[in-house]
């Protein structure tokens, strides 16, 4: 059964889903996106979404062709129509269709928005069960990761470069040898002491809405956390490593560049905290 989308205004199915070639989001990127999770058909962290969306949305100069009411009233109702039990809602916004040129159009454009669904497991999977391995890579993106753009080649690239080397993912390092984030979440280790660490919130890496709730969560249940950069070195003689986000939760990472973390396999830290995450989330989704 196809799935029914939403595109400027209208619910359709995805084989009639249209937008124009002029799209600045196709031909520069020029958009910003938000993906929230689904669990029991209720939306997880939805608050937390809009607020990153409206600062992503201000920080590009973009107009939203709509208010948190009504984007929350089309995630509902594509949930609904999709009969989305367990899953996510990806939602994009870009500066809609104009003449092609590097400057932002001089007079109004209507904003493209654009939702649809995706049916998966996200509390039991096999990834959770086992932890994933990860592989180092350069972090060669732009200076603004912040604002959770559209522009996703070179994680895309990073995503492929660690397949290659039989990991599941990759973790970014800069130049001075410190891990940034992965390629699509937020990474932590958890230090011999039993300290969570995790890098600092600025431009390098985004402001994860499923971070914030897993920092929050680590500091009331009495865990260490510590708020800073950690490098490769460090992270490989780390206790535990893991990572966050939207369509993770709280995943274990058991390898980094083929050198087991602790024990290789999911450890107490991570599965406390992911444990608490779900049931947090279950209690809260809208």
């Known amino acids: 059964m196809s799935r029914i989308v939403y ?16 799209d600045r989001g196709f031909l520069f990127a020029d958009g910003v996106y938000e993906v929230t999770a689904v669990l029991s058909g209720k939306l997880v962290d939805f608050g937390g979404h809009m607020k990153r969306l409206r600062r992503s949305l201000d920080e590009l100069a973009l107009s939203s062709p709509a208010d948190d009411e009504a984007l929350l009233a089309i995630h509902r109702e594509l949930v609904s129509r999709n009969g989305i039990e367990e899953g996510l809602v990806y939602m994009q916004i870009t500066r809609g269709a104009a003449e092609r040129d590097f400057a932002y159009p001089s007079g109004p454009v209507p904003a493209s928005l654009v939702l649809f669904t995706q049916a998966k497991p996200l509390r039991d999977t096999s990834a959770a069960r086992t932890g994933i391995a990860v592989a180092t ?18 994680p895309s690239m990073a995503k492929m470069e660690a397949k290659a080397k039989g990991a599941g993912d990759a973790w970014m390092v800069d130049e001075e040898g410190f891990v940034t984030e992965g390629t699509s979440n937020n990474a932590y280790i958890v230090t011999a002491e039993g300290v969570v660490v995790t890098r600092h919130l600025s431009n390098d890496i985004l ?7 897993v920092v929050r969560i680590a500091e009331e249940t009495g865990m260490r956390i510590e708020i800073r950069p950690f490098s490769v070195e460090e992270a490989l003689r780390a206790r535990e490593a893991f990572v966050t986000s939207a369509s993770a939760f709280v995943m274990p990472v058991i390898s980094i560049d083929g050198t087991a973390i602790g024990e290789a396999k999911p450890g107490e830290f991570t599965l406390r905290l992911r444990e608490a ?5 279950d209690a809260n989704a809208i």
């Open 7 to 22: 595109v400027n205004g209208s619910y359709v199915p995805e084989a009639d889903a249209k937008i124009s070639v002029f």
């Open 137 to 154: 890579v350069p972090d060669l993106r732009w200076k603004r990761r912040d604002i959770k753009t559209v522009q996703l080649l070179y």
């Open 207 to 213: 402001h994860g809405i499923t971070r914030a709730a």
């Open 277 to 281: 995450y779900i049931a947090e989330a």
